[in-house]
């Protein structure tokens, strides 16, 4: 089985620019769920999406939008990128959330660069 | 405010000893542990997990130990190996109405040959 697999592997930006970041879960997983990775801040939950509805956002501004689509993609997007956006972003996908505390998949992220 | 504390950034171990990776965490109303290891340029993969109503966990040279009353969880590998070397974090999620994976920020386990 395929795991979960994210598009572009890298990406050169510049400020001001938006991006648009894309994550295939792993095949029958409906949850999807988006983490920033910073040397200083860790692992930080962005936001969960289920059968295309976000139930669970982390505490990042609002030019971070997401969406899932009905063969469970999803997408996650970053308008009027700030220098501080340069992270390491990763997509995880699950059979169901978080209540069930099925084991979450990474995949091997999205390294944004924003000059 | 980090509610999730792994306070040693680097631990280096020979290989065959024992590795104790450790994880403070603030919320008593934590209700499920994970450790996830991460390899450079590759995403966390789920290494074992422990709810709040145990102790202990055990799967092969791997073991999570949680301590309710500390807020306290490590995990212990034994005997290490080279290819043990990775970043390791710890995650919790709480119950109530936002679930989410909460992470640690990691410690870089090094086993020398």
């Known amino acids: 089985k395929a795991g979960v697999t994210q598009t572009p592997r890298y990406l050169i930006k510049t400020r001001g620019q938006q991006v648009t970041l894309s994550c295939s879960p792993i095949?029958?997983?409906?949850?999807v769920s988006w983490y920033q990775q910073t040397p200083g801040q860790g692992l930080q939950f962005l936001f969960e999406?289920?059968?295309?509805?976000?139930?669970n956002k982390g505490n990042f501004p609002g030019r971070f939008s997401g969406r899932q689509f009905s063969n469970s993609r999803s997408e996650m997007n970053v308008s009027t990128l700030e220098l501080g956006d340069s992270a390491l972003y990763l997509c995880?996908?699950?059979?169901?959330?978080?209540?069930?505390?099925?084991?979450?998949?990474f995949g091997p992220g999205t390294r944004l660069t924003v000059l | 405010d980090q509610q999730v504390k792994q306070n040693s950034p680097s631990l280096s171990v020979q290989e065959g000893r024992i590795s104790i990776l450790n994880c403070d965490y603030t919320?008593?109303?934590?209700?499920?542990f994970l450790w996830y290891k991460k390899y450079p340029a590759e995403g966390p993969t789920f290494l074992i997990s422990?709810?709040?109503?145990?102790d202990k966990n055990e799967d092969g040279r791997f073991t999570v130990f949680l301590n309710k009353s500390a807020k306290h969880l490590s995990l212990h590998i034994v005997p290490s190996q080279p290819g043990d070397s990775a970043v390791y974090f710890c995650?919790?999620?709480?119950?109530?109405?936002?679930?989410?994976?909460?992470f640690g920020k990691g410690t870089l386990l090094t086993v020398n040959p």
């Open positions: 995880a996908s699950s059979l169901s959330d978080y209540k069930s505390t099925d084991t979450q998949y």
């Open positions: 095949s029958g997983h409906r949850s």
């Open positions: 999406y289920f059968s295309e509805t976000q139930r």
């Open positions: 919320n008593s109303m934590f209700d499920y």
């Open positions: 422990i709810s709040s109503i145990k």
């Open positions: 995650a919790v999620i709480s119950g109530g109405s936002n679930y989410k994976l909460t």
